[in-house]
T-cell receptor, first 115, second 113 residues
Framework: GAVVSQHPSWVICKSGTSVKIECRSL??????MFWYRQFPKQSLMLMAT?????????EQGVEKDKFLINHASLTLSTLTVTSAHPEDSSFYICSASLGRSYGYTFGSGTRLTVV | DQQVKQNSPSLSVQEGRISILNCDYT??????FLWYKKYPAEGPTFLISISSIKDKNEDGRFTVFLNKSAKHLSLHIVPSQPGDSAVYFCAARAPSNTGKLIFGQGTTLQVKP
């Protein structure tokens, strides 16, 4: 079945630094990738949608300059949290899809802690 | 504005009995609904889905019911097993070109042996 690899699974960084999270579709080409954020005991909140080769579409309230998304190939999307602050600490999850008529495969998530 | 709501944060059932998890939505344009199972610090795992043109879909122990007039769906697990204990999220596919999903808040299911 479809597999999405997300790396790293956890990261601790200092306030003010940037962190990059990778999301790879291992056995299929994902035309669309989604990035979610989950706070403890809360829902998965969609941050942005990215299509290969085009700019990401950000949800309302998500700072595009802070959460940089790059979808350079059909198998790789990256989320960079720039100038991270403690309030950015969260669980970030990516999802990949072949298209609207197909299913969604989720990565295993990344626990980001900013100290 | 929470378009997908799971009003029960938790549910506890006895092993072997039925678990019923509920989900309500507000947008009548949602065309596809999915249920996911999730453990802490892991990504969601797909369980079962249903198209908006159907009212029931069954897969083994899992059945999803959709009541479009009430904008309500439910997941039935029969019989419940201790291994089913997890957080369950319902999600609705938005009417967009990309098919983005909108998630509910989740319901924590505990199945007691």
């Amino acid at each position: 079945g479809a597999v999405v690899s997300q790396h790293p699974s956890w990261v601790i960084c200092k306030s003010g630094t940037s962190v990059k999270i990778e999301c790879r579709s291992l056995d299929f080409q994902a035309t669309t990738m989604f990035w979610y954020r989950q706070f403890p005991k809360q829902s998965l909140m969609l941050m942005a949608t990215s299509n290969e080769g085009s700019k990401a579409t950000y949800e309302q309230g998500v700072e595009k300059d802070k959460f940089l998304i790059n979808h350079a190939s059909l198998t790789l999307s990256t989320l960079t949290v720039t100038s991270a602050h403690p309030e950015d600490s969260s669980f970030y999850i990516c999802s990949a899809s072949l298209g609207r008529s197909y299913g969604y495969t989720f990565g295993s998530g990344t626990r980001l802690t900013v100290v | 504005d929470q378009q997908v709501k799971q009003n029960s944060p938790s549910l506890s059932v006895q092993e072997g009995r039925i678990s019923i998890l509920n989900c309500d939505y507000t947008n009548s344009m949602f065309d596809y609904f999915l249920w996911y199972k999730k453990y802490p610090a892991e990504g969601p795992t797909f369980l079962i889905s249903i198209s908006s043109i159907k009212d029931k879909n069954e897969d083994g122990r899992f059945t999803v019911f959709l009541n479009k007039s009430a904008k309500h769906l439910s997941l039935h697990i029969v019989p419940s097993q201790p291994g089913d204990s997890a957080v369950y999220f319902c999600a609705a596919r938005a009417p967009s070109n990309t098919g983005k999903l909108i998630f509910g808040q989740g319901t924590t299911l505990q199945v007691k042996p």
